[in-house]
């Protein structure tokens, strides 16, 4: 059965200083994975998407990387600013189309 | 702007009251999921649909949950009788899933935020 993890559960920075974000999974036969953004009282917007034959993508101030040999992601936030703070998930799917495994997230604060 | 929505937003409700939440996805898109979310378990697959029919359903307690796609439009989740413990946030999520495509973004509503007390 898939577990994702995500680790820190909760992360607090000063604006300006570059971030990361870790995701581990236990399955690496999977299809893609996805990062989504979590604004309070809202629903997830969906940041990045990786297939599990790409390394990397890139959207702006965020960077995804992709090892599926070892079950691990890392979304690097640049520049991090107080708008950025929001929680962090990330979603595996083993199939195209498929169900989405989510991680428990990680609640990031920025500080101006 | 193409959204998925989701009726009603909050609903609070008595134990034992049957709960009936709704779900447009994304015109176009085949496929829909429900998923809820608690500080607890955090996200859980309930069902999916993908052009209707139902994929997968083995998240849903089926004694009292029930998932429907009446039409392409509409998708629907009731709890009957609802019980505390079905306290949660609801999300609604829809995408297009084309065979041989390459990747499927996932769009989700802002949910069905649930209290049974």
């Known amino acids: 059965k898939q577990e994702v993890t995500q680790i820190p559960a909760a992360l607090s920075v000063p604006e300006g200083e570059n971030l990361v974000l870790n995701c581990s999974f236990t399955?690496?036969?999977?299809?893609?994975l996805q990062w989504f953004r979590q604004d309070p009282g809202k629903g997830l917007t969906s940041l990045l998407l990786?297939?599990?034959?790409?390394r990397e993508q890139t959207s702006g101030r965020l960077n995804a990387s992709l090892d599926k040999s070892s079950g691990r992601s890392t979304l690097y936030i640049a520049a991090s600013q107080p708008g950025d703070s929001a929680t962090y998930l990330c979603?595996?799917?083993?199939?195209?189309?498929?169900?989405?495994?989510f991680g428990q997230g990680t609640e990031l604060s920025v500080k101006p | 702007d193409a959204r998925v929505t989701q009726t009603p937003r909050h609903k609070v409700t008595e134990m034992g009251q049957e709960v009936t939440m709704r779900c447009q996805p994304i015109?176009?898109?085949?496929?829909v999921f429900w998923y809820r979310q608690t500080m607890m378990q955090g996200l859980e697959l309930l069902a999916y649909?993908?052009?209707?029919?139902?994929?997968?359903d083995s998240g849903m307690p089926k004694d009292r949950f029930s998932a429907e796609m009446p039409d392409a439009t509409l998708a629907t989740l009731k709890i009957q009788p609802s019980e505390p413990r079905d306290s949660a946030v609801y999300f609604c999520?829809?995408?297009?899933?084309?065979?041989?495509?390459?990747?499927?973004?996932?769009?989700f509503g802002e949910g069905s935020w649930l209290t049974v007390v």
């Open positions: 999520a829809s995408g297009l899933v084309i065979a041989g495509g390459t990747g499927n973004t996932i769009y």
């Open positions: 399955d690496s036969a999977i299809y893609n």
């Open positions: 990786i297939q599990s034959s790409q």
């Open positions: 979603a595996v799917t083993h199939n195209q189309g498929g169900k989405l495994i």
């Open positions: 015109l176009g898109h085949n496929t």
């Open positions: 649909f993908r052009n209707r029919a139902p994929l997968d």
